[in-house]
């Protein structure tokens, strides 16, 4: 069974930045073939995409945080990154990773909790 990882999250202020990381384990696929995504759910939100990669590498991004997030990616070392930065009060979530399609669905790991301060 995949395992997914997320750390990095923590308390911030505004504008700010934080770095999240995705850690993909125990799968027999090599991270190569998999678009991957990272989601956020904000208390009393539905779970959301805001930003995912293909396996060749093409990024797409929620338009609220468009220009201030940035995904990428390690093959080698099975990882997915999210570099956050101009972080707002209303980027305040947990934080998921996941394939970008969910109809192909990973088992969803912790999340990890960004905490941003006005």
């Known amino acids: 069974q995949v395992q997914l990882v997320e750390s990095g999250g923590g308390l911030v202020q505004a504008g700010g930045f934080l770095r999240l990381s995705c850690a993909v384990s125990?799968?027999?696929?090599?991270?190569?073939?998999?678009?991957m995504g990272w989601y956020r759910q904000a208390p009393g939100k539905q779970r959301e995409l805001v930003a995912s990669?293909?396996?060749?590498?093409?990024?797409n991004y929620a338009g609220s945080v468009k220009g201030r997030l940035t995904i990428s990616r390690d093959n080698a070392e099975n990882m997915v990154y999210l570099q956050m930065n101009s972080l707002k009060f209303e980027d305040t979530a947990v934080y998921y990773c996941?394939?970008?399609?969910?109809?192909?669905?990973?088992?969803w790991g912790q999340g990890t909790q960004v905490t941003v301060s006005s």
């Open positions: 996941n394939r970008d399609n969910l109809a192909y669905a990973l088992h």
């Open positions: 125990g799968s027999i696929f090599s991270l190569y073939v998999m678009g």
């Open positions: 990669i293909s396996r060749r590498g093409t990024t």
